[in-house]
């Protein structure tokens, strides 16, 4: 069982920037792609931003391509999202995601999300 805890969200004006963390605990990270989830309640909850196991590659969406960046630190059991340029559609909860090699397309689990407000 993987536990996840983000962290990081908050209320920020349009054009400023945050740092989210998800902090692992259960097992270690380093055998699963992890990724970024966001939801409103106007919208589904859509894929973000996603890093393979190894950290070598990375996914964007288009909305968000240039702005955010994923990153992984195995060693902290930790996985990072930097936003920047942040804008009023970027509001909504975030969701930190575990993929198994076993079910790549949806992830297994999940986080309990951090808000993240985006003021115009």
């Known amino acids: 069982q993987v536990h996840l805890v983000e962290s990081g969200g908050g209320l920020v004006q349009s054009g400023g920037s945050l740092s989210l963390s998800c902090a692992a605990s259960g097992r270690t990270l380093s055998t699963y792609d992890m990724g970024w989830f966001r939801q409103t309640p106007q919208k589904e909850r859509t894929l973000v931003a996603r890093?393979?196991?190894?950290?070598?590659?990375?996914y964007y969406a288009a909305s968000v391509k240039g702005r955010f960046t994923i990153s992984r630190d195995d060693a902290k059991n930790t996985v990072y999202l930097r936003t920047t340029v942040l804008k009023p559609e970027d509001t909504a909860v975030y969701y930190c995601?575990?993929?198994?090699?076993?079910?790549?397309?949806?992830?297994?689990?999940w986080g309990q999300g951090t808000q993240v407000t985006v003021s115009s």
């Open positions: 995601a575990a993929y198994s090699r076993s079910r790549p397309s949806w992830p297994e689990y």
């Open positions: 890093i393979g196991w190894s950290g070598s590659s990375t």
